[in-house]
C-alpha cells in the first residue's frame, strides 16, 4: 500500500479467513480494483486483511460495502463482479444507500449456476410486490430485470406446484398482430416476437427443461391475440412488452385472468412502436388502475439497469 497523505484517511478490515479475502478479490483482484474505481480510492489486500485508503467518506462507504460482502461470502453465497459493481455504483452516488439495499439473498440458480437476486431497492420492492400480489405492473427502461425477474418467480411458483402453469405473452406490433403477410406458418410468423422471452426461459431452467415444459404445456408461450376468450386458472401470466398493446387489448389481457391466477404486466413507455394513432394500452391501464386494491405499479428506473454500465448513461442521456 502507498504512503498516506495527510488529507486521507485510511481503513483496515480484518475478516478472520484469508479464502474469504481471495473471494472478495476475485480474479486478478478484479472485484477490489472495481471498488477502488468506483470510490476513488485505493484498495489493497494481503492476507486476512483488506487496506483502504482515500477521502474518508468515500473509505467508509467502500468499507461498508466490503464488509456486507466478506459476511455473504462467508455464508457460501456467490458474489459475482456485475453484484460488486452495481452496488459500488449506487453506493457511490445515493448518500443514504446501504448495502443491503443492494445484496439480497438469491431466488433462484440458474442453469449456469448463476445466482438470480433483486438488485437494489426497487428491484427489491418489484419483486415484493409480485409475491403478495395478484396483479403487478412493472414499467421501466430496458435492462431493469422486469421481466427476467418476474419470469424468475414464476418457474420458482411452478417448481414449488403454487400454480399449474406459466403464459408468458407479448404483442407482435409491427403487423398489429395480423402477421399473414409473413413468410412462413404460424409458428414461424410470431417466433421472433416471441424470441425474447425463450431466451430469458432458456436462461433460467435450460434449453432442455424449457422444451420439456413447453411440451407438456406447463408453459405455454403465445402471442397476445390468442388469448382472447381465455380464462387463465392457477396460471402465472407474464404480458410483456405491454407498452405496445392497445387500450382494447390491454383490457382484453387484464379480464383473462382467472380464480388461482397471478399477472404481471412489464413494458417500458418510451419505446412505444404503435402507430401515431393509437393510444398505448399500459399507460392507459396504470393510470386507470393504480388506486384499486390488489393492483401494484412499480416504476424503474435507469438506476434499476443491470447491463453494461454505460447502459444507465444512455437511458439517462435520452430522458434528459
Request: proline share 4%; net charge neutral; aromatic share 4%.
Amino acid at each position: 500500500m502507498a504512503e498516506i497523505k495527510n488529507s486521507e484517511y485510511q481503513e483496515q478490515i480484518h475478516f478472520g479467513d484469508s479464502h474469504v479475502v481471495r473471494a472478495l478479490s476475485g480474479n486478478e483482484h478484479e472485484k477490489l480494483r472495481c471498488i477502488a474505481k468506483v470510490f476513488k480510492i485505493r484498495v489493497g489486500a494481503r492476507g486476512e486483511h483488506v487496506s483502504l485508503i482515500g477521502p474518508k467518506a468515500a473509505v467508509k462507504k467502500a468499507a461498508s460495502l466490503l464488509k456486507n460482502l466478506g459476511e455473504r461470502v462467508a455464508l457460501g453465497q456467490d458474489i459475482s463482479l456485475e453484484d460488486v459493481r452495481n452496488a459500488a455504483m449506487r453506493m457511490s452516488k445515493e448518500k443514504n444507500a446501504k448495502p443491503a439495499d443492494f445484496l439480497t439473498d438469491h431466488l433462484l440458480k440458474t442453469k449456469s449456476s448463476r445466482e438470480v437476486r433483486p438488485r437494489g431497492p426497487g428491484q427489491r420492492l418489484y419483486v415484493e410486490a409480485i409475491n403478495r400480489d395478484d396483479l403487478v405492473f412493472g414499467v421501466g427502461p430496458a435492462g431493469t430485470g422486469k421481466t427476467y425477474l418476474a419470469m424468475t418467480l414464476a418457474v420458482m411458483a411452478l417448481n414449488a406446484e403454487r400454480i399449474a402453469r406459466i403464459i408468458l405473452t407479448r404483442p407482435a406490433v409491427e403487423a398489429g398482430e395480423k402477421l399473414g403477410f409473413l413468410p412462413g406458418n404460424l409458428e414461424e410468423k410470431v417466433s421472433p416476437y416471441l424470441r425474447p422471452l425463450y431466451d430469458a426461459l432458456f436462461d433460467l431452467v435450460g434449453t432442455e427443461r424449457a422444451e420439456e415444459l413447453v411440451a407438456h404445456g406447463l408453459i405455454e408461450v403465445a402471442p397476445l391475440a390468442f388469448m382472447r376468450g381465455r380464462t387463465l386458472n392457477d396460471a402465472f401470466v407474464i404480458l410483456d412488452e405491454a407498452q405496445n398493446t392497445t387500450p382494447e387489448q390491454m383490457k382484453m389481457a387484464l379480464t383473462r385472468l382467472g380464480f388461482g391466477s397471478k399477472m404481471v404486466v412489464t413494458g417500458d413507455i418510451t419505446q412505444i412502436d404503435l402507430q401515431a394513432h393509437q393510444r398505448s394500452g399500459l399507460i392507459e391501464a396504470t393510470n386507470l388502475l393504480q388506486n384499486i386494491p390488489g393492483v401494484t405499479i412499480c416504476k424503474l428506473t435507469e438506476k434499476d439497469v443491470v447491463r453494461h454500465p454505460l447502459v444507465q448513461l444512455i437511458i439517462k442521456a435520452y430522458d434528459e
